[in-house]
């Protein structure tokens, strides 16, 4: 057991012992981390907790009932119709479906030659020079908050995504509960995104809005909580669709374009998983494309740095060891994906392996490797982290020629992992990658 100030925490060390924790939702609870997020953003307790509490902590409604009420014949608090209100919107069926399409048209709009932010790239005669992550972060954010909010939020503030990206980049303050006077810059750049999420949702018509957000933010009015305190959970919201995702496809890019081998492997992979006028076909690409799966599952590997964290909520024992209500259980996932259990003996978990998972498919379900979590934090979301990723890579290699611009590829090295800052979820580079783009020769866009 560990102190870390007030708190006690329990560190699972055997992996077999961490479905234990998944299913035992009696003995253990995720809502103290999700309250924790809340009271980080300034949402007043008595604002947020009566989400976790029992329904008649809300006494009656006129009617029209609102709908985790009307229903919700299990009589579940609020918090728990939201996350059901996320899977309907993420897990697959019409609603997933329709938010993909927006994000594939959003990305094939982004990374067009001609509409890409001068902001984004320094121009020469023929080509362009990106810094990878700066550059995949913008357009995946982008894409998918005009999937989800609509372009009627980037009328009120056209400078919103990299707005947002102020914020998300010292999000992580957040969940380490940073004192405010060491926070002062997450504190500001959230107070700029809240404007613009308020006026957002003051206005008359949201038409492109999607579902999930619309109803999130109606139930949370009908519940007492304000407009403003509103836009901050929507926010937190806007963090779990965003955080990994730029995160996943630099390090995907990055290994894909030092290797050149496997460049050429993709590159062949993504051009027969097109139509036949050239255009990206998303279904094929995930159908199709046993490489880049395989790059895209050892990335996760390598560089996920989530854990699954619960409070006991009854004595429990775990490792031989009493566990009292209010400490904290944590299970880092990366430890036992580096593990020599998982990897094999005598192989460096640490080196990447682009086709580990295609020699032993069979690892994807290994006990040790959990890429998204479990249990009821299970990512809803996963399906379609993994469908903007292949469009985007698929999208980028059909257009352009990709080089690095120190060096070539042969001579091209990774960056080290971020280490001058907690992470959420994967880990961030040290340093960004300089690439120089060249439209390819009848590239369809």
Not at 343 to 350: A, F, K, R, S, T
């Amino acid at each position: 057991m560990l102190r870390v100030g007030p708190l006690a925490l329990v560190v699972i060390r055997n992996v077999d012992e961490v479905s234990m924790l998944w299913k035992s939702t009696k003995a253990f609870t995720f809502d103290g981390f999700i309250q924790d997020m809340y009271r980080g953003i300034d949402i007043p307790e008595s604002s947020f907790m009566p989400l976790f509490a029992d329904l008649h902590t809300f006494g009656k409604f006129e009617d029209p009932q609102p709908a985790f009420i009307a229903e919700n014949p299990n009589k579940k608090p609020y918090i728990e119709v939201q996350f059901d209100w996320i899977k309907d919107q993420l897990q697959p069926g019409p609603l997933m479906e329709d938010t993909l399409q927006k994000i594939y048209g959003n990305l094939s709009h982004l990374l067009e030659w001609d509409n890409m932010s001068p902001a984004l790239f320094r121009a020469e005669e023929k080509t362009r020079v990106v810094n990878l992550y700066q550059w995949s972060q913008h357009f995946l954010v982008e894409a998918a908050i005009k999937a989800f909010m609509g372009p009627e939020l980037f009328d009120l503030d056209p400078n919103f995504t990299q707005h947002y990206i102020d914020w998300e980049n010292t999000s992580w303050k957040v969940a380490y509960r940073y004192p405010a006077i060491f926070a002062r810059d997450m504190h500001k750049a959230k107070e700029i995104v809240v404007d613009a999420l308020e006026g957002y949702f003051a206005l008359d018509s949201r038409p492109n809005i999607s579902w999930l957000f619309e109803r999130m933010q109606t139930e949370q009015r009908r519940t007492g909580i304000p407009r403003r305190q509103a836009a901050c959970l929507n926010l937190l919201m806007l963090l779990g669709i965003n955080l990994n995702s730029p995160r996943t496809l630099f390090w995907v890019l990055a290994h894909i374009f030092q290797d050149p081998a496997l460049y050429e492997a993709v590159l062949k992979e993504v051009r027969a998983s097109c139509n036949s006028d050239g255009t990206v076909n998303p279904e094929l690409l995930v159908k199709q494309c046993a490489i880049l799966d395989a790059v895209w599952l050892e990335v996760l590997r390598l560089y996920n740095n989530s854990s699954v964290a619960r409070t006991a909520v009854v004595p429990m024992t775990i490792q031989g060891k009493h566990i009292s209500p209010g400490m904290q259980v944590i299970a880092p996932f990366r430890t036992f994906a580096l593990s020599q259990g998982f990897v094999g003996e005598g192989v460096d978990p640490l080196k990447f392996d682009a086709f580990r998972f295609i020699r032993d498919p069979s690892l994807v379900k290994h006990k040790a490797y959990f890429p998204f979590s479990g249990g009821k934090t299970y990512c809803p979301g996963r399906q379609i982290a993994k469908a903007e990723l292949f469009y985007f890579v698929a999208t980028m290699l059909n257009r352009y020629e990709i080089e690095p611009v120190a060096g070539n590829k042969a001579g091209f090295e990774v960056p080290a992992i971020a280490t001058d800052k907690p992470n959420l979820g994967v880990i961030g580079p040290a340093t960004d990658i300089v690439l120089r783009l060249r439209r390819r020769d009848g590239a369809e866009e």
